[in-house]
């Protein structure tokens, strides 16, 4: 994983000629290789590291301080100007071509809103899941929406407009990914029914080729790993096509309460 993301660093820093890219991206993969190293010694916080490094990183340093709109609106401001750098790299990385490699892994180690919302007392879904999952398409489509009417309208100061759209699209989010938590009794309940961004993450973790596969003459079927799913998975079936198979965000909550250790 670190000679992945080392492999993109040192590219970007080259043909991009900016030193910030080898940085950013090393850093990254840094954050994330240590976190498998604690995960690998049996430390119980080991993923909780991980999205504070990164997280706070991209929330803190990118966002407030760089002025960065990370969000998925920066994405579109950035690409209707044709400019490939910051939130496009970010993007084109992250959550459009990365999946194929480790799927809904930025869910579960970088996203910052679920950063916080993992913080809440609901880690194991309690209620059964929603068939809501189409108001992730509506945000898509408004966040879309958004940023083309500010380009149609040719209205100025656009980045401006993009850092308080970054504050206040931070703000509405963990306001209603917590009020969500609380109403479903499910942490991840955002993440499942209204974050746009999984409308990219999706369809490529289908093709994921880091994935939790089962181990069937191990199991016994007492379905522990689907109770602490807090994304709802059926990770003792090994096809592409299980149950809820693209929401796998590599917690890895399954693999560690495994009583017969036949996750891997």
């Avoid at 999952?133 to 309208?153: E, M, P, W």
């Avoid at 181990?215 to 096809?239: A, F, L, Q, W, Y």
Wanted: glycine share 6%.
């Amino acid at each position: 994983m670190w000679l992945i993301f080392e492999t993109i660093a040192v590219t970007l820093w080259l043909t991009k000629d900016n030193l910030f890219y080898l940085f950013n991206f090393s850093y990254i993969g840094t954050a994330i290789t240590l976190g498998i190293l604690l995960f690998l010694h049996n430390y119980k916080y080991a993923r909780r590291i991980v999205q504070l490094l990164v997280g706070l990183y991209m929330l803190v340093y990118l966002g407030l301080i760089c002025n960065e709109n990370m969000q998925i609106e920066g994405f579109w401001y950035y690409l209707f100007t044709g400019v490939f750098e910051a939130a496009t790299i970010h993007y084109a990385v992250a959550k459009i071509f990365g999946p194929l490699v480790f799927g809904r892994g930025w869910c579960g180690y970088a996203c910052w809103t679920a950063m916080i919302l993992d913080f809440l007392p609901y880690k194991e879904p309690r209620r059964p899941r929603k068939k809501i999952g189409f108001i992730r398409y509506i945000t898509f489509a408004v966040s879309l929406i958004y940023v083309a009417a500010l380009f149609l309208t040719h209205t100025g100061n656009m980045e401006k407009i993009m850092f308080w759209s970054f504050l206040i699209g931070n703000i509405l989010y963990y306001l209603t990914g917590i009020a969500l938590a609380f109403l479903f009794m499910d942490n991840r309940a955002f993440c499942k029914y209204i974050c746009p961004i999984t409308v990219f993450l999706k369809p490529m973790s289908y093709f994921s080729l880091i994935r939790i596969t089962c181990n069937r003459d191990k199991c016994v079927s007492c379905e522990k790993c689907r109770r602490i799913c807090p994304m709802d998975v059926d990770v003792t079936d090994n096809s592409r096509k299980r149950k809820n198979a693209t929401e796998c965000i590599l917690c890895m909550e399954c693999v560690k309460n495994c009583p017969k250790n036949a996750l891997s």
